[in-house]
Nanobody, 127 residues
Framework: QVQLVESGGGSVQAGGSLRLSCIAS????????MGWFRQAPGKEREGVAG????????VYRDSAKGRFTISQDNPRNTLYLQIDSLKPEDTAIYYC????????????????????WGQGTQVTVSS
């Protein structure tokens, strides 16, 4: 079973960029569908981006297209989320998640689809 640890969050001004990392251990992420999610205070957790086995067939929520990029380095067993042109509404705790024996598509944006989660990393964007 894979274990996940996120890092890279922080406090930034609007317009800045961050790259979040999710380091996996215990198994290779190339065998999993992977996803990035976020949860703002008082709101439900929502999917931001997901990738199919090994990093293919990425999907994004509509509001993330053009500013968010999901990628992964399989030899380093690490998943990334690059966020550009940050906005105050991007403020949230960001989580990575993994699912074995998966299918792709919009399932990768549904929190209930994933079985393994990291502890999250806080992103705060000030105006």
């Amino acid at each position: 079973q894979v274990q996940l640890v996120e890092s890279g969050g922080g406090s930034v001004q609007a317009g800045g960029s961050l790259r979040l990392s999710c380091i996996a251990s215990g198994d290779s992420i190339s065998k999993y569908c992977m996803g990035w999610f976020r949860q703002a205070p008082g709101k439900e957790r929502e999917g931001v981006a997901g990738s199919y086995l090994g990093g293919g067939r990425a999907v994004y929520r509509d509001s993330a297209k053009g500013r968010f990029t999901i990628s992964q380095d399989n030899p380093r067993n690490t998943l990334y989320l690059q966020i550009d042109s940050l906005k105050p509404e991007d403020t949230a705790i960001y989580y990575c998640a993994a699912k074995r024996y998966c299918v792709g598509g919009q399932n990768l944006l549904r929190p209930a689809y994933f079985s393994t989660w990291g502890q999250g990393t806080q992103v705060t964007v000030s105006s």
